[in-house]
């Protein structure tokens, strides 16, 4: 989870709203302090208070997380990467042979 990120969506959203940090925290019942930890990455809020906060901003979770969604997809990228290139050839033919295979079976039974 990109927090960095979550807080920056919540920010852009809580100010397209015209709201106030103090007015977010009255809404979901928080800090102030914690909210503006939130929106600066520093804090990591729980399940609960990232709906509050949603239900606050009347906005869903999943809007306030597509940034980390698409983070999330290129950070297990990077991670495939990284592993691959650390191999040597007789490792990256062996993984390439269970990419195919696992692609050859994802196909044939999605069809």
Do not use: C, W
Request: glycine share 6%.
């Amino acid at each position: 989870m990109n927090y960095v990120l979550l807080g920056k969506r919540i920010r852009d959203e809580r100010l397209m709203q015209r709201l106030t940090l103090e007015k977010l925290a009255e809404r979901t019942d928080k800090s102030i302090n914690f909210i503006g930890q939130i929106e600066r990455g520093e804090g990591k809020p729980s399940l609960e208070t990232l709906v509050d906060i949603a239900n606050a901003l009347g906005v869903t979770v999943d809007s306030l997380l597509y940034d980390n969604i698409n983070a999330n997809d290129n950070s297990i990228s990077k991670e495939v990467l990284s592993l691959i290139t650390s191999f040597d050839d007789r490792g990256k033919r062996f993984i390439l042979d269970v990419v195919k295979r696992y692609k050859y079976f994802h196909d044939i039974n999605n069809q």
